[in-house]
């Protein structure tokens, strides 16, 4: 296995109870709180973590993801934005 192309090499499959997305969005966003409904569902089913940021409590995160939001980091790393689509997560979170 060792002279295997890394290409051809299988990953170990990530634990999803070892990620956290993070939701950064704002009160009153309806893309936000569709945002927040589909990470829920998908967090749930794979047992990971996740947290909600709002913007207007964090200068630093307005001025970083103002016109992107709602923003869906995985593990500190920005994953999307506007809208988050189930099937991708799911795979970024299972590796």
Same mark, same amino acid.
Not at 18 to 32: A, F, Q, Y
């Given at each position: 296995? &060792?002279?295997?192309?890394?290409? /051809?090499?299988? $990953?170990?499959? *990530?634990?999803?109870?070892?990620?956290?997305?993070? %939701?950064?969005?704002?009160?009153?966003?309806?893309?936000?709180?569709?945002?927040?409904?589909?990470? &829920?569902?998908?967090?749930?089913? /794979?047992?990971? $973590?996740?947290? *909600?940021?709002?913007?207007?409590?964090?200068?630093? %995160?307005?001025?970083?993801?103002?016109?992107?939001?709602?923003?869906?980091?995985?593990?500190?790393?920005?994953?999307?934005?506007?809208?988050?689509?189930?099937?991708?997560?799911?795979?970024?979170?299972?590796?």
């Amino acid at each position: 296995m &060792a002279d295997m192309s890394p290409l /051809l090499r299988r $990953r170990p499959r *990530k634990n999803p109870a070892d990620s956290t997305v993070t %939701l950064i969005g704002k009160p009153g966003c309806h893309l936000c709180d569709a945002a927040e409904a589909v990470i &829920a569902g998908v967090c749930g089913e /794979l047992g990971a $973590r996740w947290e *909600k940021k709002d913007i207007t409590q964090d200068e630093e %995160l307005h001025r970083k993801y103002w016109e992107q939001i709602p923003v869906i980091l995985v593990d500190g790393a920005q994953h999307d934005f506007w809208r988050v689509d189930p099937d991708r997560l799911r795979k970024a979170l299972t590796g």
